[in-house]
């Protein structure tokens, strides 16, 4: 071939030796917001040096298809970060481990007792009204919608379920929290690791969150080994268990792998992997899971008619003797549809988990060097105008056909796709199908009054989150309380 390869263009940002073109993104603007506008100035896809790193950043469905799925295990890769790396013990968990053999059997193994935990979850359960406050009351929905998405992380992992104001439960939220806030600042320090050696407050406060993570962790971890009964797993730790035997039984039978011992010892799933993998269902899966909740209130507030059709549908196919369970997603097309156009508006994931090319590459006819990060801006994807008419307005329909039936276009992809997709992504859904059903069976949300409507812009740290609002629930028939705790009730 005799042209020359071309890269993506390198826009021409005020840059230093050492910072790369940081500087410049570091204004007001959140990275989404910011990405996308350079997409606009300089097309699409382009590069940047974010500090020493080469950064190809990809602002549309067709090359996050090439990168996603067309090319997924080409750009299956994680960078190494710092924080991560702290956070994961090198990389022993599913999110920020490399792609190899053991990650893709890890995986899978993670996966599949997700699908089953999940399958036999059918509702979820009202447990308890302590705290109600009373009706009219302004309340801040975060802490009870974290509470309760932490409990059912809490019963998914490790079978503990939680009342609220247990210390078990703060202690866990306290720690989670301050990994979250602290990751939220630590960029820095990712960027340029010899930070790390600079009095720095963030990394303390993160390695002392995560001592108090594991030694909770370590604890379940080492009663599940002595009470799990072979072939009942009863929650993700006792699956993780079952895998590491199935797996060290494979290979000491030579199924798998080959070589000495110390080299199978390393190739396996380790107590480490299990800790990891079980620290990141709540790294991964609470704050995550709370603030879509947050932004699905927030828009129903802005629109009432939207939460008066949903109820509307719930009231036609569950009615108000019993909850809703999964048996009844398939008839709440409409409730599926709001759910899914706040996760295309307000993406908590705005742009992915970096990405990085496994090997010599390309994106829309470019070349991409091996090693190179790839940043896939989601938020630009579902604010599409070429995709989406009139990105900026709320409205669910979109996800609906003529005949009222789901439809979903393929540029919507709040959980990624291809083989680096979110792995809680049924689990997820799930969640939140049954957090909004039983929420809006039972309450009427509106502002307190006096109170302005929240702010939908949102303000990015670990997640794209609102910022903080008050609401009150309503009069009539759907007044319970809303501080009550929601656990998982598992039907095996
Ligand atoms: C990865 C979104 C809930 C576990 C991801 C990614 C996104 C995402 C965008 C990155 C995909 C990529 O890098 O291409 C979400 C959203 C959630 C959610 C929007 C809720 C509304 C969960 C839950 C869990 C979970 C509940 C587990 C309990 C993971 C893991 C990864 C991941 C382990 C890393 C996958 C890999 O690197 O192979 N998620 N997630 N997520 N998510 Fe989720």
Request: hydrophobic share 35%; net charge negative.
């Amino acid at each position: 071939d005799s042209h020359p390869p071309s890269y993506p263009p390198l826009p021409c940002l005020p840059s230093l030796p050492l910072l790369g073109s940081l500087l410049s993104l570091m204004g007001d603007q959140p990275p989404h917001l910011r990405f996308t506008e350079l997409g606009h100035r300089y097309g699409p896809l382009y590069a940047l040096y974010l500090g020493p790193h080469y950064t190809v950043v990809v602002n549309t469905y067709q090359h996050a298809r090439e990168v996603l799925l067309q090319r997924g295990k080409e750009f299956a890769g994680r960078p190494k970060m710092l924080t991560t790396e702290l956070l994961t013990r090198g990389g022993k968990d599913i999110a920020f481990s490399d792609y190899s053999p053991l990650w893709k059997t890890h995986r899978r193994l993670v996966h599949n007792s997700f699908t089953l935990f999940g399958e036999g979850t059918t509702k979820l359960q009202s447990i308890g009204e302590a705290e109600g406050a009373s009706r009219g009351q302004a309340i801040d929905p975060d802490p009870p919608l974290m509470r309760a998405v932490t409990n059912v992380v809490c019963t998914l992992v490790f079978s503990s379920t939680y009342q609220s104001g247990d210390p078990e439960l703060t202690t866990v939220m306290e720690y989670n929290d301050g990994i979250v806030q602290t990751i939220a600042r630590g960029g820095l320090v990712d960027i340029f690791p010899w930070l790390r050696f600079l009095p720095n407050q963030t990394l303390t406060t993160l390695t002392e969150c995560i001592a108090i993570r594991d030694q909770l962790l370590s604890k379940k971890l080492e009663e599940h080994k002595v009470s799990l009964i072979s072939g009942e797993p009863r929650d993700l730790l006792d699956a993780l268990l079952q895998g590491q035997t199935r797996i060290k039984h494979n290979q000491g039978s030579g199924v798998r792998g080959q070589g000495s011992g110390a080299e199978q010892e390393e190739e396996g799933i380790s107590d480490d992997h299990v800790l990891m993998t079980a620290a990141e269902a709540f790294g991964a899966g609470v704050e995550t899971t709370s603030t879509t909740l947050l932004w699905v209130l927030a828009f129903l507030l802005h629109h009432p008619q939207v939460q008066e059709r949903v109820q509307k549908e719930l009231d036609e196919v569950v009615g108000c003797g019993r909850s809703p369970d999964v048996s009844d997603r398939t008839h709440l097309p409409y409730l599926d549809s709001v759910i899914n156009e706040v996760m295309r508006i307000r993406p908590v994931s705005p742009i992915l988990i970096p990405h990085t090319a496994l090997t010599h590459s390309s994106i829309g006819g470019h070349s991409i060097c091996k090693g190179s990060r790839v940043l896939v801006n989601m938020w630009a994807i579902h604010h599409d105008p070429e995709h989406w008419d009139q990105p900026e307005d709320f409205r669910p329909e979109r996800f609906l056909d003529d005949k009222g039936q789901r439809f979903t276009p393929s540029c919507f992809m709040p959980f990624g796709a291809g083989p680096r997709v979110c792995v809680g992504e049924s689990l997820a859904r799930l969640e939140l199908f049954l957090f909004v059903s039983g929420l809006l069976q039972r309450f009427s949300f509106s502002p307190a009054p006096g109170v302005p409507l929240p702010d939908l812009e949102g303000r990015l740290g670990v997640v794209l989150q609102p910022l903080k609002y008050t609401l009150t629930r309503g009069e009539g028939k759907r007044d319970g309380s809303m501080q009550c705790i929601l656990v998982i009730q598992c039907f095996k």
